[in-house]
């Protein structure tokens, strides 16, 4: 593979670097990126989350004896501003930053490098509307150097591009060192009986790793003590007044309800607003209930939780890292922060506390970012000297999609994937646009919307022959949330299977569309390759 890299420097190449989670991703781009700083060049290395950037720099550090900096949104304006000015003056010899760090100007940019680019941060979902992954390619055409692409779990994108001979597409079958992939199991919920969502066999599983000594990873995506609040009286749910959701029970800092979409938040009530009953129960699990039920079944061994709720501090997550790192019996618990790249060497049992969401989703992506979760995961578990266990609760342990990847692997469940997608006419085989509206009335965004489809239908229909058949409508069609912040949101999905066809029809529709009068009064969009439906 670093032969393989090697070769691409001084011209523009697209390289998967497609690894086994623990597979040695990192060591390949530290050897490969030795020749390009040996010869007085720049190298720029994203990476998903901020949390991985310092450990990323440590290992940066310990190799070279060169001038690096970092960018991300959790630093000062004076310590960006110098990262960037080092980095534009060539002072810099390696930038290690998050999305955004794509656009710093580097004049003697030798090399790319995107770690785990299947991730979805690096998609910027609102305002200037970016996925780093494309921009980094486009900046390693203008300046004839490789891009890298590292993953274990690489998107359907980049699987795809590598079929069509548009990537290089380079693998990592095993393990570094000794370590093996660990065991993966599942765990039929149906009929069990569960404490705060873990089941008695995990939960066992749980002791067994502790007793020895050894660490044991919790993962649930879902924060807060429970997703909601129900009258057990009268069947009352707490909702956001401003959207269509339940509001999420928090009792750190403080008891409140709070709305994880718009960021409404109110007191706890004592009593049911609609019958006066007392008999209010918080329903459902997140990772602050996982934790009040780990820290009373297992008091004497320490519990480290991780989340946005934990990590908001500058230095936070070093000292978390840190933590975790220390040899002997601990629980690690949280969110998807806990999948990406991080190395956790005690690490032996992983425990997935829910993926059925992933799977049951009105999101085509939904499926392919639930697999990319679960592997990332499990590939924490086993890294050192001792054999990995991963566990995953589910109620449906029959799903085809979920025995693919658990049996056959994540290969084989994107093979699936991408026939699925081929006989839906979805990407990567179709090139698709979001149009996103909203108003504080549903007829208005729906005015909008079916305006702008009017307008659109127009424009085909003066195009030429060759562009007349080659576009797909849908919509107008309510958002999955259809409610938000207040609002009332709507989309319209066109689909191409010609990219140049499709950016010539919106280029000058789009544009026009800001003069029509059902604009009055609506806030809309556009999304190139929509990565979210929601």
């Not at 274990?152 to 093996?180: Q, V, Y």
């Not at 230095?315 to 990406?340: F, H």
Request: hydrophobic share 40%; proline share 5%.
């Amino acid at each position: 593979a670093i032969n393989q890299i090697h070769k691409a420097i001084g011209k523009f190449q697209g390289i998967l670097l497609n690894g086994l989670t623990g597979s040695g991703k990192t060591e390949v781009y530290l050897q490969a990126m030795q020749p390009v700083l040996k010869a007085g060049q720049q190298v720029l290395v994203l990476v998903p989350e901020i949390g991985l950037t310092p450990q990323t720099i440590n290992r940066f550090k310990a190799r070279f004896h060169a001038e690096i900096v970092m960018l991300h949104s959790n630093m000062t304006d004076v310590a960006r501003l110098r990262a960037w000015q080092a980095a534009q003056t060539g002072e810099a010899n390696i930038v290690i930053g998050t999305r955004s760090a794509v656009f710093t100007p580097m004049p003697r940019l030798g090399m790319i490098i995107i770690d785990e680019e299947h991730d979805l941060s690096y998609k910027q979902q609102d305002t200037f509307r970016y996925h780093a992954r494309d921009v980094a390619l486009k900046r390693g055409f203008d300046a004839r150097c490789p891009v890298v692409l590292g993953s274990a779990t690489p998107s359907l994108e980049s699987l795809h591009l590598a079929s069509e001979k548009k990537l290089i597409h380079l693998h990592l079958t095993e393990r570094a060192g000794d370590a093996e992939f660990a065991q993966i199991r599942l765990i039929d919920l149906r009929g069990k009986k569960r404490e705060s969502g873990l089941s008695m066999q995990l939960l066992d599983a749980i002791e067994t790793r502790l007793k020895a000594e050894e660490q044991v990873l919790v993962f649930l995506n879902r924060r807060g003590f429970a997703p909601v609040l129900l009258c057990d009286s009268c069947g009352w749910q707490a909702d956001c007044p401003r959207c269509d959701a339940h509001l999420t029970v928090h009792y750190t800092p403080r008891q409140h309800l709070h709305c994880h979409h718009c960021g409404y938040q109110s007191r706890l009530p004592t009593d049911c607003p609609e019958c006066k009953s007392v008999n209010l129960l918080p329903t459902g699990t997140g990772t602050a209930r996982l934790e009040e039920t780990l820290v009373a079944r297992f008091p004497d061994k320490p519990l480290i939780r991780v989340g946005r709720d934990t990590t908001s501090r500058v230095g936070s997550w070093e000292r978390i890292y840190q933590r975790a790192n220390q040899a002997g019996a601990a629980i690690l618990l949280g969110t998807q922060m806990l999948a990406k790249g991080h190395h956790f060497p005690h690490v032996t049992l992983v425990a997935i506390v829910d993926v059925d969401g992933g799977f049951l989703s009105v999101d085509f992506r939904a499926p392919e970012r639930m697999a990319q979760l679960i592997m990332q995961v499990a590939g924490r578990a086993g890294r050192g000297s001792k054999a990995g266990q991963v566990l995953i609760q589910t109620r449906y342990p029959e799903n085809p999609l979920l025995l693919t990847l658990i049996r056959d692997g994540y290969h084989a469940f994107a093979k699936q994937m991408l026939t699925e997608r081929r006989q839906a006419l979805l990407p990567p085989y179709r090139h698709a646009v979001l149009i996103r509206a909203e108003s504080p009335s549903t007829a208005k965004t729906e005015a909008f919307l079916n305006a702008a489809i009017a307008a659109l239908k127009a424009q085909i229909d003066e195009s030429q022959n060759e562009a007349k058949h080659c576009f797909e409508i849908w919509g107008p069609i309510p958002a999955p949330m259809e409610k938000r912040a207040g609002v009332f949101r709507g989309h319209v999905l066109i689909q191409s299977r010609d990219r140049r066809l499709l950016h010539q029809l919106i280029d000058p529709w789009w544009p026009a569309l800001w003069h029509i009068p059902e604009r009055r009064g609506v806030r809309a969009s556009l999304d190139i390759d929509p990565m979210e439906l929601s």
